[in-house]
């Protein structure tokens, strides 16, 4: 596609409920970033995947959330046992480069847990 | 652990007045960028500063990256309400990026 897209734009979920947040990353970028943006703050790091590889993981906040990317394109972001506290916008991006340089971010989806 | 700070949080300008965000890093950048991000929208990339002192511009906004590469700027000359968003910094070393909490831009016709 054109650009990054992440499904579902909007979910809503009851206190502990699992969710799984996709990301489509701009075909033959290989860096792939999630974030975790609250109201009126700035993206929060939360994983970084160089191809199929998870590089970093140290954003997650808790072990409640698990992301994969296993065939080095398609993200999946799962969050366990969802808690108040999660709702955010979840905000996936990616980049051409390995590490990550410009960029590219998706639309982002909006969490809210109940 | 990598933490980016950004001031003011808050701007509101007339339209024609200049505007200026600052961020600094507590520790050594490989680089920085700088985002957009609009209401209800995503960040969008702007540029990024990789050399020590290094200043670029585009049309009316002058980024610059600091000698120790730990603190950078983004000048907006003669704002327009076209300016209207948040402005984030990035700062990235390693493969990370820390993001600065932006600074919200207002511009009054």
């Known amino acids: 596609g054109a650009g990054v897209s992440q499904s579902p734009r909007y979910k809503v979920a009851k206190r502990g409920q699992d969710v799984a947040l996709r990301c489509d990353p701009i075909?033959?970028?290989?860096?792939l970033f999630w974030y975790q943006q609250a109201l009126g703050q700035g993206p929060e790091f939360l994983t970084y995947?160089?191809?199929?590889?998870?590089?970093?993981k140290s954003g997650l906040p808790s072990d409640r959330f698990f992301a994969e990317r296993p065939e080095g394109s398609v993200s999946t972001l799962k969050i366990q046992r969802t808690q108040q506290e999660d709702s955010a916008v979840y905000l996936c991006?990616?980049?051409?480069?390995?590490?990550?340089?410009?960029?590219?971010f998706g639309p982002g989806t909006r969490l809210t847990v109940l | 652990g990598q933490q980016v700070m950004q001031i003011p949080q808050y701007q509101h300008v007339q339209e024609g007045e200049d505007f200026t965000t600052y961020c600094n890093s507590s520790?050594?950048?490989?680089?920085i960028q700088w985002y957009k991000q609009r209401p209800g929208g995503h960040p969008v990339f702007l540029i990024q500063l990789v050399k020590s002192g290094e200043v670029k511009k585009q049309k009316r906004l002058t980024f610059q990256f600091g000698e120790a590469k730990k603190n950078s700027s983004l000048h907006i000359t003669a704002t327009q309400t076209t300016d209207v968003g948040t402005y984030f910094c990035a700062g990235s070393s390693n493969n990370d990026m820390r993001f600065g909490a932006g600074t919200r831009l207002t511009v009054k016709p």
């Open positions: 075909s033959g970028h290989v860096s």
């Open positions: 995947f160089q191809n199929e590889a998870q590089l970093d």
């Open positions: 991006a990616s980049s051409i480069l390995a590490g990550g340089r410009e960029q590219f």
């Open positions: 520790t050594t950048l490989s680089n």
